[in-house]
């Protein structure tokens, strides 16, 4: 029988069931360990690119580039995801959580297949980096931990949608579900559709280094394995959107502009994106030209859209908002007054305006299939990336957790002023990451490589430009700002969970979720209660900077060889 | 009523869209088509479209070839591994093999002239990487690449790995010359 009992936290009104509130708990916690143990493998990379330090030697270098990739990238996004799920579900819909039993046999399942994974990895013989492209071939444990991992994932993706159908059936709701809670449902809709995807590509590779199955293709290997790795990151764009459009309604109460557009820009992402993955084999033999257009283009575009349709809506809600509750001046007084002392408002801002112009305009332009010849797999693809998993996703969940911290382990947030720097920190540490990964991949510098100055090669070399080396250093000094903060959060975190002062049933001093804007209060605003001027110019400035460096790169590609 | 809640409005589909949300739509599904259209119009203006022509190969044959190859153009050798250079002719076959750790053979082109290329791996997966140019191509085994490069200016290219293929993966490098 499932526990039905359940608290209402004082401060926010929302209602925590005892055992969503302890898998909330165990997911959030687990996530954070798994952050901290790949940012500091994050470190030691960073350390050895920059080519004056060149810290690690070859062997280790591939190893813990293997482990920081799947700890960030699988192990705390997807306990992160996990709770929001949860929270999105049981929380927002007040209802409790549909077989718990079974959300912590995920669990369990997510933390032995993620340690499982780094036992096996920090043995050395799985470096294998987190694609594993076959025939290049790890020990069984290593594909084992993952599917394990996988399928513990899936299971709370399940729970999830159970959740709903109690929430449904108990009536705990009225009308549709928040909208929240719908970006939540188009993150677990992909999500099991990029596990199954991983299943079909592991359990064969499984197989094969069994030595059950004969030969794995490499070519259908990466078609399938990217059809599981891009729909993964669209999990996390969809969670990270609605994490966005929670932190709107939490700090300013906002709204969105239409729930309509929202609504159906989250639509577009389970239509067009998981589909999309063939921007990863546009230099791939093997794959038809009008495919690969065909499916960045049709696909990609509208699924583009619909990010640029979130980028909009979500300043655009708290512009309205801001607007309604009197800061109406000039273009950007709303702006100016939002709370950029507050880590959950300031991270969550960084995290917008860095998805959107580092990570979605570099994204979008190295995806046209020509443009993709002058940067597959240098170092501009991790350059993008850490713009939008990076400073986009992680710290987006950061900013939120400063938020849930008190709500649901009620304790209040250690070392303020350090929390309040935090957010730029490691937001700004990781544009520089992001920056000069990519200015080193424009010169040509691949990514995961120990030594670009081929010292090892027997006289063999290739100059690359100083420039290079200069990217790699400043790359370097950014990574150590980015992990200064990366870690400043792991210690605030747990330090408040540890030291925090305990908040009890008593409500803290600070209004910790804003009041709904009203329909008065909107339509007070001059009579055009959704104006937003200042969100307009913002996203003009977006849409510029985007046209002029995708027709730039065009440009750059008319200078090298000819290619037919 | 905020995001965090059920929409106020029951009906919240008939609500009408504001129109800044209206016209940033319409721009954004313009800026679409119009990188949809950019592709394929560079099939007809751009110099720069990798073909896609793929032949099922083996390890065996593909290096076959390439020894074949080698034997029939070799012009010297050369460098710390004394590899053979081979100098095809202007618009003919050129053959790369990409294997643990290295790119073999030399390749010796000349300007403004057009080589079908046939790329291969013997072994793992790996990277193309043709530099300063910056040119890069993904190589997998058992399938043959053929597209044709045309060089636009003189001098020594390296052809590094650019995908991860073990612990020597740093040490693969090759190169192709580019002559008047
Ligand atoms: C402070 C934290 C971090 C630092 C300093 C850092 C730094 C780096 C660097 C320098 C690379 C190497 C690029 C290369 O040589 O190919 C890398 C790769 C990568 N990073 Fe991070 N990163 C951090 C956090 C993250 C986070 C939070 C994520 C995901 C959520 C992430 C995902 C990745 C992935 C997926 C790779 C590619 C691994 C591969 O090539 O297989 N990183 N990171
Ligand atoms: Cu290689
Ligand atoms: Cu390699």
């Given at each position: 029988?499932?526990?039905?009992?359940?608290?209402?936290?004082?401060?926010?009104?929302?209602?925590?069931?005892?055992?969503?509130?302890?898998?909330?708990?165990?997911?959030?916690?687990?996530?954070?360990?798994?952050?901290?143990?790949?940012?500091?493998?994050?470190?030691?990379?960073?350390?050895?690119?920059?080519?004056?330090?060149?810290?690690?030697?070859?062997?280790?270098?591939?190893?813990?580039?293997?482990?920081?990739?799947?700890?960030?990238?699988?192990?705390?996004?997807?306990?992160?995801?996990?709770?929001?799920?949860?929270?999105?579900?049981?929380?927002?819909?007040?209802?409790?959580?549909?077989?718990?039993?079974?959300?912590?046999?995920?669990?369990?399942?997510?933390?032995?297949?993620?340690?499982?994974?780094?036992?096996?990895?920090?043995?050395?013989?799985?470096?294998?980096?987190?694609?594993?492209?076959?025939?290049?071939?790890?020990?069984?444990?290593?594909?084992?931990?993952?599917?394990?991992?996988?399928?513990?994932?899936?299971?709370?993706?399940?729970?999830?949608?159970?959740?709903?159908?109690?929430?449904?059936?108990?009536?705990?709701?009225?009308?549709?579900?928040?909208?929240?809670?719908?970006?939540?449902?188009?993150?677990?809709?992909?999500?099991?559709?990029?596990?199954?995807?991983?299943?079909?590509?592991?359990?064969?590779?499984?197989?094969?280094?069994?030595?059950?199955?004969?030969?794995?293709?490499?070519?259908?290997?990466?078609?399938?394995?990217?059809?599981?790795?891009?729909?993964?990151?669209?999990?996390?764009?969809?969670?990270?959107?609605?994490?966005?459009?929670?932190?709107?309604?939490?700090?300013?109460?906002?709204?969105?502009?239409?729930?309509?557009?929202?609504?159906?820009?989250?639509?577009?992402?389970?239509?067009?994106?998981?589909?999309?993955?063939?921007?990863?084999?546009?230099?791939?033999?093997?794959?038809?030209?009008?495919?690969?257009?065909?499916?960045?283009?049709?696909?990609?575009?509208?699924?583009?859209?619909?990010?640029?349709?979130?980028?909009?809506?979500?300043?655009?809600?708290?512009?309205?908002?801001?607007?309604?509750?009197?800061?109406?001046?000039?273009?950007?007084?709303?702006?100016?007054?939002?709370?950029?002392?507050?880590?959950?408002?300031?991270?969550?801002?960084?995290?917008?305006?860095?998805?959107?112009?580092?990570?979605?305009?570099?994204?979008?332009?190295?995806?046209?299939?020509?443009?993709?010849?002058?940067?597959?797999?240098?170092?501009?693809?991790?350059?993008?990336?850490?713009?939008?998993?990076?400073?986009?996703?992680?710290?987006?969940?950061?900013?939120?957790?400063?938020?849930?911290?008190?709500?649901?382990?009620?304790?209040?947030?250690?070392?303020?002023?350090?929390?309040?720097?935090?957010?730029?920190?490691?937001?700004?540490?990781?544009?520089?990451?992001?920056?000069?990964?990519?200015?080193?991949?424009?010169?040509?510098?691949?990514?995961?490589?120990?030594?670009?100055?081929?010292?090892?090669?027997?006289?063999?070399?290739?100059?690359?430009?100083?420039?290079?080396?200069?990217?790699?250093?400043?790359?370097?000094?950014?990574?150590?700002?980015?992990?200064?903060?990366?870690?400043?959060?792991?210690?605030?975190?747990?330090?408040?969970?540890?030291f925090g002062r305990k908040l009890g049933d008593q409500k803290m001093s600070e209004q910790w979720i804003a009041d709904p804007v009203t329909d008065e209060e909107y339509s007070a605003n001059g009579g055009s209660a959704f104006a937003i001027p200042g969100t307009v110019v913002l996203a003009m400035v977006f849409f510029v900077s985007f046209a002029l460096y995708y027709f730039i790169n065009w440009k750059y590609l008319a200078e090298t060889w000819g290619?037919? | 009523?905020?995001?965090?809640?059920?929409?106020?409005?029951?009906?919240?589909?008939?609500?009408?869209?504001?129109?800044?949300?209206?016209?940033?739509?319409?721009?954004?599904?313009?800026?679409?088509?119009?990188?949809?259209?950019?592709?394929?119009?560079?099939?007809?203006?751009?110099?720069?479209?990798?073909?896609?022509?793929?032949?099922?190969?083996?390890?065996?044959?593909?290096?076959?070839?390439?020894?074949?190859?080698?034997?029939?153009?070799?012009?010297?050798?050369?460098?710390?591994?004394?590899?053979?250079?081979?100098?095809?002719?202007?618009?003919?076959?050129?053959?790369?093999?990409?294997?643990?750790?290295?790119?073999?053979?030399?390749?010796?082109?000349?300007?403004?002239?057009?080589?079908?290329?046939?790329?291969?791996?013997?072994?793992?997966?790996?990277?193309?990487?043709?530099q300063p140019a910056n040119i890069n191509i993904q190589v997998v085994p058992n399938y043959e690449h053929v597209f044709n490069l045309t060089p636009n200016e003189t001098g020594e290219y390296s052809v590094i790995c650019n995908e991860y293929c073990g612990v020597g993966h740093h040490l693969m490098i090759g190169k192709i010359h580019v002559v008047d």
């Open positions: 029988m499932a526990t039905t009992t359940f608290r209402t936290c004082p401060d926010t009104g929302l209602k925590f069931f005892n055992s969503t509130e302890n898998l909330l708990k165990a997911n959030a916690v687990a996530a954070v360990v798994f952050l901290l143990v790949g940012g500091l493998h994050g470190l030691l990379v960073g350390m050895t690119r920059w080519q004056a330090v060149h810290l690690l030697g070859a062997e280790d270098f591939y190893m813990v580039l293997t482990a920081h990739g799947l700890n960030v990238l699988i192990f705390w996004i997807i306990f992160f995801e996990i709770a929001v799920l949860y929270f999105a579900s049981s929380v927002l819909l007040g209802c409790r959580l549909a077989t718990p039993k079974w959300a912590w046999a995920g669990f369990a399942l997510m933390v032995i297949g993620a340690v499982m994974n780094n036992v096996v990895v920090l043995q050395g013989n799985a470096s294998v980096m987190m694609t594993s492209y076959a025939p290049m071939e790890a020990p069984p444990l290593f594909y084992l931990s993952l599917i394990l991992f996988a399928v513990g994932a899936l299971i709370g993706c399940f729970v999830f949608f159970g959740t709903l159908v109690v929430a449904k059936n108990d009536k705990t709701y009225e009308g549709s579900v928040p909208l929240v809670t719908f970006g939540a449902i188009t993150a677990a809709i992909i999500a099991v559709f990029t596990i199954v995807s991983g299943a079909i590509i592991l359990i064969p590779t499984l197989l094969w280094s069994l030595g059950l199955v004969g030969e794995i293709d490499a070519l259908a290997y990466r078609l399938i394995w990217w059809a599981f790795g891009h729909s993964s990151q669209q999990i996390n764009v969809s969670a990270h959107v609605a994490v966005w459009y929670a932190i709107a309604a939490i700090l300013f109460g906002a709204k969105p502009l239409s729930e309509k557009v929202s609504r159906t820009a989250f639509l577009m992402y389970i239509l067009f994106l998981q589909i999309a993955s063939a921007h990863h084999l546009l230099v791939d033999p093997g794959v038809s030209s009008n495919f690969k257009m065909f499916n960045t283009s049709y696909a990609m575009y509208l699924a583009v859209m619909a990010s640029m349709v979130h980028g909009l809506t979500v300043p655009g809600s708290i512009e309205a908002a801001q607007r309604a509750r009197g800061h109406s001046a000039g273009l950007f007084t709303w702006l100016r007054k939002a709370p950029w002392g507050n880590p959950t408002f300031s991270g969550m801002f960084i995290s917008l305006v860095g998805f959107g112009f580092l990570g979605g305009i570099t994204g979008v332009v190295m995806g046209a299939e020509q443009i993709n010849l002058l940067v597959h797999n240098t170092l501009y693809v991790p350059g993008h990336f850490h713009a939008t998993v990076v400073v986009g996703t992680t710290l987006a969940f950061m900013a939120l957790t400063y938020w849930l911290v008190p709500v649901l382990f009620r304790r209040e947030i250690v070392m303020k002023g350090l929390a309040k720097w935090q957010p730029y920190l490691f937001g700004l540490g990781m544009s520089g990451v992001s920056l000069f990964l990519m200015g080193a991949g424009t010169l040509g510098v691949p990514r995961r490589h120990w030594d670009i100055g081929f010292a090892a090669t027997g006289g063999i070399t290739h100059d690359f430009p100083a420039a290079a080396y200069t990217m790699l250093a400043l790359n370097g000094l950014s990574v150590i700002v980015a992990v200064i903060g990366g870690a400043a959060f792991c210690v605030i975190i747990v330090g408040s969970l540890l290619i037919s | 009523m905020s995001s965090l809640s059920p929409p106020a409005k029951k009906l919240w589909w008939k609500e009408p869209i504001h129109k800044s949300e209206l016209l940033w739509i319409s721009l954004v599904f313009v800026w679409g088509l119009v990188m949809t259209f950019m592709m394929p119009y560079w099939h007809v203006v751009g110099k720069q479209n990798l073909g896609t022509d793929t032949y099922k190969t083996t390890p065996k044959a593909f290096q076959a070839a390439t020894e074949a190859f080698v034997e029939k153009y070799e012009v010297r050798k050369e460098g710390p591994r004394n590899y053979p250079v081979v100098a095809p002719p202007a618009g003919g076959d050129v053959y790369l093999i990409a294997r643990l750790w290295d790119w073999w053979p030399i390749v010796e082109l000349k300007k403004g002239e057009t080589y079908r290329f046939h790329l291969s791996s013997l072994d793992w997966q790996h990277g193309f990487s043709l």
